[in-house]
């Protein structure tokens, strides 16, 4: 398992490096005032970071209790990314859509390039970070390891 600490530098370099993609992006796929665009990405940010550390924390016991090990295979990276965006939607798309006086149709379909840009990102960010940092072996995992025979 991941210590507090570990979690609280992939947050911070999860929605840092972010942030510097979205912003100006947004700007220019969505219209929207670069202003706007940056308080959208700043209390987005502050609901991401806090969503991201309870969802990974939750996330990763999930996968320790299923499989054994808190390493992830495919599969759980998939579910990982989609997930947490899903999550992420419920959480930030009303409150966009309240910011901008936009229903939520509106504001999810504001949303969708943000999102598919996010999940992607989310992705490949968190498959990235394992290898920079991968997860250290516990008792629990190096059991599951050596009744794999690896």
């Known amino acids: 398992m991941r210590t507090t600490a570990d979690r609280i530098r992939y947050t911070v370099m999860f929605e840092a490096l972010g942030l510097a993609m979205v912003l100006p992006g947004g700007r220019l796929l969505l219209?929207?005032?670069?202003v706007d665009m940056g308080v959208i990405g700043a209390g987005s940010?502050?609901?991401?970071v806090l969503w991201n550390y309870a969802f990974n924390r939750m996330f990763d016991r999930f996968v320790l209790w299923r499989r054994g090990s808190a390493r992830k295979v495919?599969?759980?990276r998939v579910v990982h990314a989609v997930l947490f965006q899903v999550g992420l939607?419920?959480?930030l798309v009303p409150a966009?859509?309240?910011?901008?006086?936009q229903g939520l149709r509106a504001?999810?379909?504001?949303?969708i390039s943000l999102t598919l840009f996010y999940l992607v990102?989310?992705?490949?960010?968190?498959?990235?970070?394992d290898i920079a940092f991968p997860i250290p072996f516990t008792g629990m995992d190096a059991e599951a390891a050596e009744a794999q025979g690896t």
């Open 31 to 34: 219209g929207i005032r670069l």
């Open 45 to 48: 940010s502050v609901v991401a």
């Open 74 to 76: 495919l599969i759980d």
């Open 89 to 91: 939607i419920v959480l």
């Open 96 to 101: 966009i859509a309240l910011y901008l006086g």
């Open 107 to 111: 504001a999810f379909l504001a949303n």
């Open 121 to 129: 990102y989310n992705f490949v960010f968190t498959w990235a970070y």
